[in-house]
């Protein structure tokens, strides 16, 4: 997926549409190709969203034809409707961008409101009924301006998903209203309901506004989801440029009191050791990270080698991190003894060690067994 998307944006530099071509191509063949693939972890279907919304763009700027991009749309569709596993899904989400224009936009709603309002009718009746052309019919009606058609439809279903009724906040943005679409995003928070998800609307409802404050106050850390700590700090980052990276570190630690030491990775590739070391002391680390962080910084950073060789043998003294092996202990303590020789004012390494590793438990026991220290 890596491979096919970075060679379809290399070639949206020189002929987009090619490049539109090719997307509508790869997600066309995504879904059956991965269908047979195990990925009860989750990463396969994170993958694909994340393919999906790098893709949506890219075609909905493709500069071509109003009858190639209708074609475009029904093969995508079809690929929508085949879709098991659900590896697209969130296509729907962006059906009106892939219309690029209201008059395309249109005449889909067109196509799809007759179908979602015959389910909805039996919904009322009380009979299960489905259809996945919901979300890109809302998508549709939204991008063609038609919020009270929008409005409309959905009032019809008389027990309303949390992800439909986000169109209906949407609507209420669009025509100005953005407190009463908060309130309508705050109402559908549940035990059933994302609170990421429901965060990130109502964060882009007021930074559209130009309620930059708020918007960071209340849900710039809750909004923002990322694979890697490091990773959610740069979006923070990026997203409001107005607050001092510093503030934004550290509201975003303190959001999980106990995990501090999760930070410890994205303190030092800021190049913050201090910060890194001290949080790496409040909670747990994987011994593992805090001997690579040593390793790697014996000779620039010997001060924070050091520290980071002892607290990875505290760590493992203490049963942290996962398969560990003698040969992780010592790794630890020889960075410890090579940063502690490269820096200016040696220190009583020895005693250090000993006193990282101390304690009776099982881990520590074994620990000075493979330290030779007991």
């Known amino acids: 997926m890596s491979e096919a998307r970075t060679e379809i944006e290399g070639i949206a530099r020189f002929d987009p549409a090619l490049a539109g071509e090719g997307a509508v191509l790869l997600l066309e063949k995504l879904s059956p190709a991965l269908s047979d693939i195990d990925s009860s972890s989750g990463s396969l279907g994170n993958a694909a969203a994340g393919l999906v919304e790098a893709l949506v763009p890219m075609i909905a700027a493709a500069p071509v034809p109003p009858a190639t991009r209708e074609k475009w749309l029904e093969r995508l569709f079809e690929a929508f409707q085949d879709d098991d596993p659900p590896y697209i899904e969130s296509l729907g989400e962006h059906w009106g961008a892939l219309c690029a224009g209201p008059a395309l936009a249109s005449k889909w709603a067109d196509q799809l409101l007759p179908l979602v309002q015959r389910v ?91 309620q930059i404050d708020e918007a960071y106050a209340r849900y710039g850390i809750q909004a923002t989801d990322a694979n890697t700590h490091i990773a959610r700090y740069r979006s923070l980052v990026k997203r409001y440029p107005s607050i001092p990276p510093a503030r ?127």
């Open 120 to 210: 909805m009718a039996d919904r009322r009746r009380g009979t299960y009924a489905y259809t996945k052309g919901d979300t890109p019919c809302f998508s549709a009606l939204f991008s063609a301006g038609r919020l009270d058609d929008l409005l409309a439809v959905l009032a019809l279903d008389p027990k309303p998903h949390w992800q439909a009724q986000q169109w209906a906040a949407m609507a209420m943005a669009v025509r100005g209203d953005v407190d009463g679409a908060i309130a309508c995003i705050e109402a559908l928070r549940g035990p059933y309901a994302s609170d990421t998800a429901l965060s990130a609307p109502a964060e882009k409802f007021l930074l559209d506004a130009g």
């Open 248 to 374: 934004i570190l550290g509201d975003l630690i303190a959001s999980a009191p106990g995990e501090e030491g999760k930070w410890f990775a994205t303190a030092k590739t800021l190049k913050q050791f201090d910060l890194a070391i001290a949080l790496a002391g409040r909670s747990p680390v994987d011994p593992k990270t805090l001997v690579r962080a040593a390793r790697d910084h014996v000779k620039s950073q010997p001060a924070f080698a050091l520290e980071s060789a002892l607290l990875a043998l505290h760590w493992m003294a203490r049963g942290a991190g996962y398969d560990m092996t003698s040969a992780d202990m010592c790794a630890a303590r020889d960075h410890a003894l090579a940063a502690a020789q490269a820096m200016a004012s040696p220190t009583d390494v020895a005693k250090r060690i000993a006193e990282a590793v101390a304690g009776q438990g099982t881990a520590a026991i074994w620990v000075r067994q493979s330290l030779g220290l007991s």
